[in-house]
T-cell receptor, first 117, second 113 residues
Framework: KAGVTQTPRYLIKTRGQQVTLSCSPI?????VSWYQQTPGQGLQFLFE???????NKGNFPGRFSGRQFSNSRSEMNVSTLELGDSALYLC????????????????FGAGSRLTVL | QKEVEQNSGPLSVPEGAIASLNCTYS??????FFWYRQYSGKSPELIMF????GDKEDGRFTAQLNKASQYVSLLIRDSQPSDSATYLC?????????????FGKGTLLTVNP
């Protein structure tokens, strides 16, 4: 069973540019969540999508956006990049369901490491 | 108040000892609780989850949940050097519009041979 696939794995951008990251969830998983991880802040929640609908959004500026497609694949976009956007961006998928069933266990991809110069 | 709090560590234990990792959370409506392990340069991987009060054991790992005290812990018995990693406590909320897993900042565990 294939895991969560994130592309690209590494990328370098300059300030002011924009970037799009892609995430393919585990087959059958309908929920996709995105996180930003930095050494100082840990894992910060960006957004969660389920059946193409954003159900929750973290406290990030509007430069951070995302979407989910009908096949559950998701993309996130960061516009007007700033130096502080340098981070590991992690995508995770889950079945989404009752807590007792473990259906909301998140499985993470390997991440996309973004460096902004 | 931070939503999920953990001691940042580092926590250092000798090989074969019991490592005890603790976590508190602020939202009483939280429904399920997770422990992830993250090796340096890698993504988090699930160790175990717990959703009801009490203990849950899986091999050398035991998760303990006390909802009244808003406290969850992870015990690692017979710690091995390969257990050296950052341990992340996470709390799931799905009430209202809160569909998210909130992580603590993690506790760095070092197991010394």
């Amino acid at each position: 069973k294939a895991g969560v696939t994130q592309t690209p794995r590494y990328l370098i951008k300059t300030r002011g540019q924009q970037v799009t990251l892609s995430c393919s969830p585990i087959s059958g998983h309908r929920s996709v969540s995105w996180y930003q991880q930095t050494p100082g802040q840990g894992l910060q929640f960006l957004f969660e999508y389920f059946s193409e609908t954003q159900r929750n959004k973290g406290n990030f500026p509007g430069r951070f956006s995302g979407r989910q497609f009908s096949n559950s694949r998701s993309e996130m976009n960061v516009s007007t990049l700033e130096l502080g956007d340098s981070a590991l961006y992690l995508c995770a998928s889950s079945l989404a369901g009752a807590a007792s069933s473990g259906a909301n266990v998140l499985t993470f991809g390997a991440g996309s490491r973004l460096t902004v110069l | 108040q931070k939503e999920v709090e953990q001691n940042s560590g580092p926590l250092s234990v000798p090989e074969g000892a019991i490592a005890s990792l603790n976590c508190t959370y602020s939202d009483r409506g939280s429904q399920s609780f997770f422990w992830y392990r993250q090796y340096s340069g890698k993504s988090p991987e699930l160790i175990m989850f717990i959703y009801s009060n009490g203990d849950k054991e899986d091999g050398r790992f035991t998760a303990q949940l006390n909802k009244a005290s808003q406290y969850v812990s992870l015990l690692i018995r017979d710690s091995q050097p390969s257990d050296s990693a950052t341990y992340l406590c996470a709390v799931w909320n799905s009430g209202g519009s809160n569909y998210k897993l909130t992580f603590g900042k993690g506790t760095l565990l070092t197991v010394n041979p």
